[in-house]
């Protein structure tokens, strides 16, 4: 059964910590995989990733893709309180149509602490 | 550019009642899907809509429905709501909907209480 899998489910730290967020999947085809933030209602999207070991960046965020051991990871360094939010991790997943719908994890619960 | 929008943003129906939530994609783009997201749960798929057919259809009952017009908007319909329908209900577009690496886009949600 195809699955998206993240860790922790929940997280307090303090401002200017660094945090690591994570996402394992087992999904038939893979083709990428997808980080949202979703602070009250809209998931807002962050990143993209295909391709194993590059590192995509923004800001003070930065995540990378493992496709051989099939997971993601997410950094947030120097941690502000609007960071905290629900990261969520999403993997398409084909239909036969050629069109794709997300499956999502769980999401990580963020919360920051001045 | 406008986002993807939802309306109503809050609505309470009681058990055995119908709800209509409505979606309009950002501009140019011809794909929706829907999505539930119930407290503590990531998103689950409902329907996806290209081009005012459905292409994709996850596991939920037929009391759920959708359509998609020709101007590329949707409505999602369920109808005898139960209270396990309380949910976000969020709307997602996308270009086309068939390159899995096209990035959906959400909008803010329908947020559905039933008593």
């Known amino acids: 059964e195809d699955k998206v899998v993240q860790s922790p489910l929940s997280l307090v730290v303090h401002e200017g910590d660094t945090v690591t967020l994570n996402c394992s999947y087992e999904?038939?085809?893979?083709?990428?995989l997808l980080w949202y933030k979703q602070e009250k209602k809209a998931p807002t999207f962050l990143f993209m990733l295909?391709?194993?070991?590059i590192e995509k960046k923004s800001g003070r965020l930065s995540s990378i893709l493992d496709k051989k051991e099939l997971f993601s990871i997410l950094n947030i360094t120097a941690t502000q309180t609007g960071d905290s939010a629900i990261y969520l991790c999403?993997?398409?997943?084909?239909?036969?149509?050629?069109?794709?719908?997300?499956?999502f994890g769980t999401g990580t619960r963020l919360k920051v602490l001045a | 550019d406008a986002g993807v929008t939802q309306s109503p943003t809050h609505l309470i129906k009681t058990r055995g009642q119908h709800v209509t939530l409505r979606c309009s994609p950002i501009?140019?783009?011809?794909?929706v899907s829907w999505y539930q997201q119930v407290l503590g749960q990531g998103p689950q798929f409902i329907f996806q809509?290209?081009?005012?057919?459905?292409?994709g259809r996850g596991n939920f009952p037929d009391r759920f429905s959708a359509r998609q017009f020709p101007n590329y908007s949707s409505e999602l319909n369920v109808n005898a709501l139960l209270l396990g329908d309380s949910a976000l209900y969020l709307c997602?577009?996308?270009?086309?909907?068939?390159?899995?690496?096209?990035?959906?886009?959400f909008g803010p949600g329908t947020r559905l209480l039933v008593l």
């Open positions: 501009s140019g783009h011809k794909s």
């Open positions: 997602a577009s996308s270009l086309f909907g068939r390159a899995s690496q096209e990035t959906q886009y």
């Open positions: 809509y290209y081009e005012k057919e459905e292409r």
């Open positions: 999904v038939t085809n893979f083709r990428s």
């Open positions: 295909t391709s194993s070991g």
């Open positions: 999403a993997v398409p997943l084909l239909f036969t149509s050629g069109t794709y719908k997300y499956i």
